[in-house]
């Protein structure tokens, strides 16, 4: 079901889409009270929360990234475990946590972030790039439906890696977006027209930076922390013509590797991986609180906080606006 309203589109640049005044609140704020038996329901909350899902049945079984490759069964489930509770309380003191069951067959099912893309109470749900990975749609398609959550299915054709791929300016005004690696082009164009937000397209070129929230991440003040190389001149670009000097925070590839840009904000909390003294430094130096979790066992599947965890909170909540 499509607003009404105005488009336009080009390829690789920003989508950008009018609204007719006050008509797609309506609609969004119908579908968002109506479960799908009918009954009343709000999906979205009145705190930051984010879903995660239990490392029980974590594994490195293939390969579908550069971080895989030599270490297939190489992971330590304990020590995954531990590296999980960890995350998992650390988050818990700043914001709720649901859980998804993990399944048979999904060893990835722990990196939520890749479930889909939440805004408005409705989902956006992945179509997987990798066969290894489609298993996993039905089993989210589910914990949302029961959830409460509106979902919208991403064509098959259309490859979509969910908040992996796309992630929400601090105030929720621009949606920036991955492709190139794993998810479509054309998918921005289907996120643009089913919220009316500005989508802005970043082409991702470094195969170990394949999702955009291993290279990129906006946070709660207006910053942007990147890594330049992960992105072709054209997004580079881009990336530096929304954000001034002042707000760009430049990750240098040491960091990068320890997916210092995989990091979950909430409000002024940052958690993420082990990353060097002078980034955190910088990062406190502007007022975050950043709390750094040992996640080695899940960079062996290319993942760390950021891809183990989904937001399920709009931005104003989950940033406490
Ligand atoms: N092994 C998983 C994959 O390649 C890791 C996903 C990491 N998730 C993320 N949001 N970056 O799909």
Known sequence: MLPAGVYFYASNTAYSFMLTPGRNRGTLAQETLMSSNGSLHRPSVDRP???????????????????????????????????????????????????????????????????????AGTVALSSFFHAERQGEEPHFRDWFQQSGFTVHDVPRVTPFEGEGDALFEADGSRLWAGHGLRSGETSHGQLNRMWGVEVLSLRLVDPRFYHLDTCFCPLAQGEAMYYPAAFDDASRRRIEMHFSPSKRIVVGEADALKFACNAVNVGRTILVNAISAQLSGELRARGYEVIEVDLTEFLKAGGAAKCLVLRLSEMDVTHGA
């Open 49 to 119: 929360t984010f879903l995660m899902c239990p490392p029980t049945l974590y594994d490195v079984n293939y390969v579908i990234n550069p971080w895989m490759a030599g270490n297939v069964k190489r992971s330590s489930r304990e020590r995954a475990a531990s590296q999980w509770n960890q995350l998992h309380g650390a988050l818990e003191k700043v914001a709720e946590v649901r859980l998804v069951d993990p399944q048979p067959g999904s060893p990835d099912m722990v990196f939520t972030a890749n479930a889909g893309l939440v805004f």
